[in-house]
């Protein structure tokens, strides 16, 4: 009687772990998937969304900023919102660590679209100018 038990326990938690491991395996191609799409609408993009895990719209949202247009954003008010949400969830006056680590990915994620867009305004006005290496006289 107790071999039954022991069979149906380990049979239920075969079934149990098998279907976790598929459900991850799911879970993890369709995120390899939607990155490609990304990859190729936005070569640059893929690699962002990888090290903030935000997209540019949840971390303008998180800060109550206004998205970067045109590559542009008001890093002032970026930044005082980011430092006045960052002070008011400190864990030692009682607030919460995971919200202050969002809010940090958050304007973490805005830098990094702003700083790839000056990057590929620079290029841009680079290939229009025609290339000028800067020359010192005093070397």
């Known amino acids: 009687m107790a071999h039954r038990i022991i ?3 380990v049979i239920t938690g075969s079934r149990v772990l098998g279907r976790a491991f598929v459900e991850a395996y799911r879970q993890a191609s369709a995120s390899h998937k939607y990155a490609q799409q990304i990859a190729k609408s936005n ?8 090290s903030s895990g935000l997209t540019l719209e949840e971390a303008c949202k998180i800060l109550n900023v206004k998205p970067p247009q045109a590559g542009k954003a008001n890093m002032e008010d970026v930044m005082e919102r980011f430092k006045r949400l960052f002070d008011q969830n400190d864990p030692n006056k009682g607030g919460s660590f995971y919200l202050q680590s969002k809010i940090l990915r958050a304007r973490e994620r805005i830098e990094i679209e702003v700083r790839e867009a000056e990057r590929a305004a ?3 006005r680079e290939v229009k100018d025609g290339w ?5 006289k005093d070397r």
């Open 7 to 9: 069979t149906q326990v």
């Open 43 to 50: 070569p640059g993009a893929a690699t962002n969304l990888a």
């Open 122 to 124: 620079e290029r841009e």
């Open 132 to 136: 000028k290496p800067k020359v010192y």
